[in-house]
């Protein structure tokens, strides 16, 4: 399986951005770590071997960010708007720099976005920002009641517009709403997870709002990398 390490400056994050690439063709997923996860955990946690099926076919190809949540929704030695603005600059990354580099890699238009637990919370999170780059993606054990855990009661137009459980539900704009329509949304959970109201609650939404999705709940707790190995491999293997 071909693997890259790649880093570069980031201008919109101002420092040096890390990111592993895995495989030589098929369709970009980007993936999130876990809540103070790096770049190179789906790889130490066993996934990249779970998809390597699918890469070495050429039908898959693995993008793995770096995360700033400890400068951001963990940072408490700073105010939360500061924290949402880090957040947002989090998002310009992504957007202006991770978003080009998967297009000029790969010469896809597109692209899917997966991750566990937290991780599973900027999938969809970036995912309904930009359903113009973004149209598949893949929770496994998503949070999604983000704001109101880490901002320590503070609330603005930026906490709404990074809640998808508040965001959702209120979308009317038909360019967003047109586009979420030809994309494609997975929540898989576990029916013994502490965070399976919240993903039942986002498989609501989308089904109120007309947006393709599914809502698989597996049997048990489920919030483990074992259970997250097999969620992979059933959703992007096979």
Same mark, same amino acid.
């Given at each position: 399986?071909?693997?890259? *390490?790649? !880093?570069? /400056?980031?201008?919109?994050?101002? &420092? ?5 690439? *895995?495989?030589?063709?098929?369709? @970009? $997923? ?14 130490? &946690?066993?996934? +990249?071997? =779970? ?22 929704? /963990? ?7 500061? &924290? ?8 310009? *990354? ?7 580099? #998967? ?7 597109? $692209? ?13 999170? /970036? =995912?309904?920002?930009? @359903?113009?780059? #973004?149209? /598949? %993606?893949?929770?496994?054990?998503? %949070?999604?009641? +983000? ?34 329509? &030809? ?17 039942? !609650? ?8 007309? +947006?393709?999705?599914?809502?698989? +709940? ?16 059933? *959703?992007? #293997?096979?």
């Amino acid at each position: 399986m071909l693997r890259h *390490y790649i !880093k570069w /400056y980031s201008p919109s994050l101002d &420092r040096d951005m890390e990111l592993l690439a *895995y495989g030589h063709a098929g369709f @970009p $997923i980007v993936v999130f770590p876990t809540s103070g996860g790096r770049f190179f955990e789906y790889e130490d &946690r066993g996934m +990249v071997n =779970a998809l390597a099926p699918k890469m070495d076919r050429g039908e898959l190809q693995v993008i793995c960010v770096d995360s700033v949540d400890q400068e951001s929704w /963990y940072n408490r030695s700073i105010a939360p708007a500061d &924290r949402l603005h880090r957040q947002n600059a989090f998002d310009a *990354y992504l957007t202006f720099e991770v978003a080009p580099f #998967v297009r000029d890699r790969t010469a896809w238009g597109q $692209i899917g976005t997966t991750g566990c637990s937290f991780g599973g919370y900027h999938a969809i999170n /970036y =995912a309904l920002r930009h @359903p113009d780059i #973004v149209t /598949y %993606a893949v929770s496994m054990s998503g %949070a999604f009641d +983000v704001p109101r855990r880490f901002l320590d009661g503070y609330y603005n137009s930026d906490a709404y517009f990074h809640s998808p459980l508040d965001s959702l539900p209120n979308l009317e704009d038909q360019w967003f709403l047109e586009r979420l329509r &030809r994309s494609y949304y997975v929540l898989v959970v576990g029916n013994g997870d502490p965070l399976f109201d919240q993903n039942v !609650k986002l498989a609501h939404a989308f089904g109120i709002k007309g +947006v393709p999705h599914t809502l698989d +709940v597996w049997e048990g707790f489920g919030h483990d990398w074992p259970w997250w190995q097999k969620m992979a491999h059933k *959703y992007f #293997v096979k």
